[in-house]
């Protein structure tokens, strides 16, 4: 009998979407812009939206577009820009955010597949990463996304690199991530792309982090003192649900979740540290 692997991803983003509806009424899953906002999960709504707001600043203006989305997420962006008027279609590769899309998206098309394989029809005026650049290497992502776009077409960026001279070290991967900066922007030339507009929104995004971390905190506070009580109350159940973890998680797994629980690295200073968060527009040479 074939052993089955457990997907972990899945239920992962069904928690994320459930939690930012929760939170804000919206399925966003992108980072906030924080400037003129206190740091609380109350404003992360209005911080979200002052980021789409900057991204899209980024699209050509004046003009309706034909705008492939790439790595989509649950739609949110898609359905905003679809209300600008433009044309949308959207590439995700997840099963369940492909149905959160047509269910946020009306009128958008979907393709449910990674844009390494998808099969898509140009010409597009912008291709759009909106936190989805770094889980594609640009060697790939960017020639692809050249050859939809029409003869005046751009590719739109938001994203998160590693800042130059950047180590990863020991111990668990620093917060943040993304491709060296340094190297994509040597890389550029090679793809007949250059950089027409900029602009490092690293410290308004940053305090993200800070919301994210305390989140985990929360949890893990509730955690701890489930544990408390198991462990004088009913300590075969605890030893049962302990096995069960470890066993679904092995002990590298359960290790990494405590220190994300109970953890302190994880912060906006962290963030800056190792990372720039850019917001691009790439024109063709």
């Known amino acids: 009998m074939t052993k089955k ?28 812009l924080w400037t003129g906002f206190e740091v609380r999960a ?13 991204l899209f600043a980024m699209l050509p203006q004046g003009r309706r577009l034909r705008i492939l989305d790439i790595g989509g997420g649950a739609g949110e962006t898609a359905k905003r820009l679809i209300g ?3 044309s949308v279609e959207i590439v995700v590769p997840s099963p369940y955010l492909a149905e959160r899309c ?39 992502s960017l020639p692809k996304a050249r050859g939809l776009l029409a003869p ?48 490092d929104v690293t410290e308004g995004v940053a305090p993200s982090i800070d919301l994210e971390q305390a989140f985990f905190n929360v949890v893990g506070v509730g955690m701890a003192g ?7 109350k009913k300590p075969f159940v605890r030893r049962l649900a302990v096995g069960v973890i470890g066993a679904l998680m092995g002990s590298r797994g359960r290790d990494k979740l405590a ?11 962290a963030f800056v540290a190792n990372n720039c968060y850019l917001l691009m527009r790439l024109g063709q040479v």
């Not at 239920?11 to 930012?20: C, I, Q, R, W």
């Not at 804000?24 to 906030?32: A, F, S």
């Not at 938001?158 to 917060?175: A, I, M, S």
């Not at 489930?226 to 462990?231: A, I, K, N, S, Y």
């Open 152 to 199: 005046d077409g751009v590719i739109v960026i938001g994203d998160t690199f590693r800042r130059e001279g950047f180590r990863r070290g020991g111990g668990d991967r620093p917060v943040g991530g993304g491709h060296p900066i340094g190297d994509f922007r040597t890389y550029l030339p090679r793809a007949g792309l250059q950089i027409e507009a900029e602009e």
């Open 226 to 232: 489930l544990d408390r009580e198991l462990t004088e």
């Open 42 to 54: 109350a404003n992360l709504g209005p911080a979200q939206d002052a980021y789409s707001v900057k």
């Open 84 to 86: 600008m008027g433009h």
């Open 102 to 140: 047509r269910e946020n998206a009306k009128g958008a098309v979907i393709h449910e597949d990674y844009f390494e394989d998808v099969q898509v029809s140009g010409p597009f005026d912008v291709c759009l990463f909106s936190e989805s650049f770094q889980y594609m290497h640009y060697g790939v």
């Open 5 to 32: 692997k457990i997907d972990t991803r899945t239920p992962g983003l069904e928690a994320g979407v459930a939690l930012a509806r929760w939170l804000t009424g919206k399925e966003h899953l992108h980072y906030g």
């Open 259 to 269: 220190r994300r629980l109970r953890g302190t690295a994880r912060t906006s200073d």
